[in-house]
């Protein structure tokens, strides 16, 4: 059986060049083309505070514009009901996320996950940071997660 033979035609060369160039939105994808992601964890357990004003941790960025996510997992090492707020800033954006967790006894909730979601455009190199504050209630912060994303371009609008 013979091989078959393949012709190169400029049409077809063209048309492969104008579909990459399409796909990547119109240039040719190199490894320093595209978003770029900046992430970090922490998950042993680090103690809530007790308001919303020291960061528990934080995760250094360069300048540029971010699509921000995290979580962050809360025990109750307490018997008693606590309203827990975390909130994750960069900037003056931010996001909060609060759970009741309601003791650390029976088949009561005493841990949660809670979610965070934004957008902040860093003008220079800044830290996203993540509060949480327990109330006074001894409660752990734990399995965090923070991603962020440099984007070309962010709208931040009302839903």
Request: hydrophobic letters at 45%; proline letters at 4%; a neutral charge.
């Amino acid at each position: 059986m013979m091989g078959t033979r393949w012709r190169v035609a400029y049409p077809h060369v063209a048309a492969t060049l104008a579909l990459v160039l399409a796909i990547a939105g119109g240039f040719a994808a190199t490894a320093s083309t595209g978003p770029k992601v900046f992430a970090g964890f922490h998950d042993a357990d680090i103690p809530a505070q007790d308001d919303l004003t020291t960061p528990i941790t934080s995760l250094k960025v360069p300048a540029g514009n971010y699509a921000i996510v995290g979580k962050a997992e809360l025990f109750d090492n307490e018997n008693l009901t606590v309203n827990v707020t975390c909130k994750l800033a960069a900037g003056a954006d931010f996001d909060i996320s609060g759970v009741l967790l309601e003791g650390n006894s029976g088949v009561v909730v005493n841990d949660a996950t809670l979610p965070f979601a934004l957008v902040h455009k860093f003008r220079k190199p800044g830290r996203i940071k993540l509060f949480c504050d327990g109330s006074g209630v001894d409660i752990d912060v734990s399995n965090i997660k923070i991603v962020a994303t440099r984007v070309g371009r962010i709208k931040n609008v009302e839903i």
